[in-house]
């Protein structure tokens, strides 16, 4: 059973309005369920934690739902290893600050030049308050692929942690992140995944990858404007807390400083119940290839949604790359191979002739096609293709909720901008 795409459409009030949503690395439009469950904790349960009274203790179990939930939507150990924090940013900053303590001065780490900056910066910051050094793996410009090779040597030098991307918000590649987290353990290294870009197209399973770290935000995977962190329990237990002293010593609070957005958590909650819904409705005929992962419960139900997400959006891929491809004086940046479409999620970056890419985005915003231009905060990758200084790149996009006939439609005018 294909995705029933009315269906699914009618579960997003936006999509309701006269627009196209290709904008969704930025953010993807909130789910019914996220939404519902945002206005309901803040009518029945608006409370602060851990108090006597009726709000209070409902506003308490919400949030420890939630906490539930993620750990199936990660297929964490437990809901400890899960950390809630204002975003993937925040939190990486807050994390590197604590993981940083560790480090000594002579010691390395390893960032690369295809992540956003939320995945390089705070370790450079931390790097330099350290006296550590930093080495960087660049990727190749033809296909925006990691050069493996380069990371390997630089493992060679036992670094104290990888940061690194599970997909590039910018090229939409899918860097191989289980062989690269194998490698870098070989080397005794740590390994914090920023899985942002690749959280809403695949399914997530933190113990088979065997990261030590992974971070998302839900406003990516059509949920509330919150950052949701996996831990190794033991790694999270020994880090140090920044914290003020009455906050407890005990996970997950440990390390969720201040009073939390609860009403953004609970829409992750409804992020995760939708995902569910989903995985009931659509994912029946992907239960054969996941009964060898022993998946039980929610978690069955959100790696069946997860799947039956990625084949719908491997077809989103082939069609907008074949649009693309079609447009006169259109430069496409990272993998155009389709038969490595398995290797990409369904974004896209390019640039149309000699035309500035916030002119390309003002003209489809005219259509009613909402797309980003600029970096997106991936400065590295944009200025390692030489276009930061000419705006960046126009990017494309899609998600599950996207349609084909979306697709036909974008086409039709970059064709019409192309030959303007």
Not at 50 to 63: N, P, Y
Not at 70 to 87: C, K, R, T, V
Not at 235 to 253: F, S
Request: aromatic share 10%; proline share 3%; charged share 25%.
């Amino acid at each position: 059973m294909s995705l029933d795409l009315a269906v699914i459409r009618n579960q997003f009030p936006a999509l309701r309005r006269p627009a196209i949503f290709f904008d969704n690395p930025g953010g993807t439009q909130i789910a019914q369920p996220s939404l519902d469950r945002v206005t309901r904790y803040l009518v029945e349960s608006n409370a602060n934690h851990e108090g006597a009274f009726a709000t209070s203790i409902a506003s308490d179990a919400v949030l420890d739902e939630a906490h539930r939930a993620m750990a199936d939507f990660y297929n964490a150990a437990e809901p400890q290893e899960i950390i809630f924090g204002n975003n993937m940013t925040t939190l990486t900053l807050q994390f590197s600050r604590s993981l940083s303590r560790e480090w000594n001065a002579g010691d390395e780490i390893i960032v690369t030049r295809l992540d956003h900056d939320a995945n390089v910066t705070p370790w450079v910051l931390a790097a330099q308050d350290r006296g550590v050094k930093v080495n960087w793996v660049d990727f190749d410009v033809e296909d925006g692929t990691l050069k493996l090779e380069d990371l390997r040597k630089a493992l060679e030098r036992k670094p104290k942690l990888l940061a690194i991307g599970y997909a590039s918000n910018s090229l939409g590649t899918i860097n191989p992140i289980q062989k690269i987290i194998d490698l870098a353990h070989a080397a005794g290294t740590c390994v914090y995944v920023d899985a942002v870009q690749y959280a809403p197209h695949g399914a997530i399973d933190v113990q088979k990858l065997d990261c030590d770290f992974l971070v998302s935000s839900a406003y990516k995977f059509f949920g509330t404007h919150a950052g949701i962190l996996y831990g190794k329990r033991d790694l999270l237990e020994k880090m140090y807390a920044y914290k003020v002293r009455p906050a407890t010593n005990q996970l997950p609070g440990k390390l969720e400083t201040g009073t939390q957005n609860h009403e953004g958590i609970a829409g992750v909650l409804g992020a995760i119940e939708y995902f569910e819904w989903l995985g009931k409705e659509f994912g029946g005929e992907f239960i054969d290839g996941l009964k060898e992962e022993n998946y039980q419960g929610r978690r069955l139900e959100l790696k069946k949604a997860m799947t039956a997400i990625h084949a719908y959006e491997y077809e989103l891929s082939r069609s907008l790359l074949s649009a693309l491809e079609s447009i006169p004086g259109l430069r496409l940046y990272g993998l155009t191979d389709a038969r490595r479409l398995d290797e990409r999620v369904a974004t896209f970056s390019f640039r149309l002739k000699d035309i500035h890419p916030r002119t390309v985005a003002e003209k489809l915003a005219q259509e009613n096609i909402y797309v980003w231009d600029g970096n997106y905060y991936a400065l590295n990758a944009s200025e390692r293709l030489g276009v930061e200084t000419q705006g960046g790149m126009v990017r494309v996009g899609a998600t599950h909720y996207n349609t084909l006939d979306e697709v036909v439609k974008l086409k039709e005018a970059l064709l019409k901008i192309a030959q303007a």
